[in-house]
């Protein structure tokens, strides 16, 4: 299989949903949004993107499954199976707010071989292949030099409905905003991962991610020469439930500061 032209196949189909949400940004009514749950929203929007990409992505490869946001399609691959997040950043495009963006990982098996970030509307495609390096429009990226977390520009997110581990994770931010030269809080994991890729975050971490917000961006990272891995420092089994991404200077003083504040999830 040549990830190279695989990715390249992805990017395309990325992109084509990516004028449709653009499009459809200008016209969007808040009002057609649809509750999922806390805090947790999706439209036409979403699914009609998530559709497009279903229908592109089983034609470059119809052996592979769907594991996919919006629920288009429930198939499994036996070997193969698309990551999809159709949109990442829905509560951000209600808003008319970048960023939001469009994530694809391929996985064979429990390994994503290669993913694809692209940010609508703002020009920018970050994309990785196993072995193949990071790149973002045809530029090979890599993660930054920062040597000290109190050098460092840090991304975060927050959780949308289990609030069970707000508390300490608050004192562990309070903490960072003191330490560093600043958090930021973007609404789009996916892009926050691919800006550690490529060095304008050093690090990126949150809790309550879902496979489909990090599949793509964890091979970005990885391909970019960061590290990817849970508050623990396990990089094995990771969907989601905790996210740690950043350059390798800096990640054995992020996980020691994190393992400070955070206890591991009961889940």
Known sequence: MDL?????EIEKAAKKA??????????FN??????????????????????????SLGKLLPEAGFIAEEGTSDRRGVRFNWVIDPLDGTTNFLHNVRPYAISIGLMEHDEVI????????????FKAWKDGGAWLNGKRIHVSGTR??????????????????????MDLLTHLVKCTHGVRRLGSASIDLAYVACGRFDLFFEYDLKLWDIAAGMLIVREAGGVFSDFSGSMKDLTGDETVASNMFIYPETIETIGKFMKKSAG
Do not use: W
């Open 4 to 8: 190279e032209k695989i990715c390249l």
């Open 18 to 27: 990516g004028e449709f949400i653009a499009g459809e940004s200008n016209i």
């Open 30 to 55: 808040i009002g057609k949004a649809e509750i999922k749950g806390l805090n947790n929203f999706v439209t036409y929007v979403d699914r009609e993107s998530e559709q497009m990409l279903v229908n």
């Open 114 to 125: 290669a993913g694809v970030v692209h940010e609508v509307g703002g020009n920018e495609t």
């Open 148 to 169: 000290t977390l109190a050098d460092s520009l840090v991304a975060t997110g927050f959780p949308y409905n289990l609030f069970d581990r707000l508390t300490p994770y």
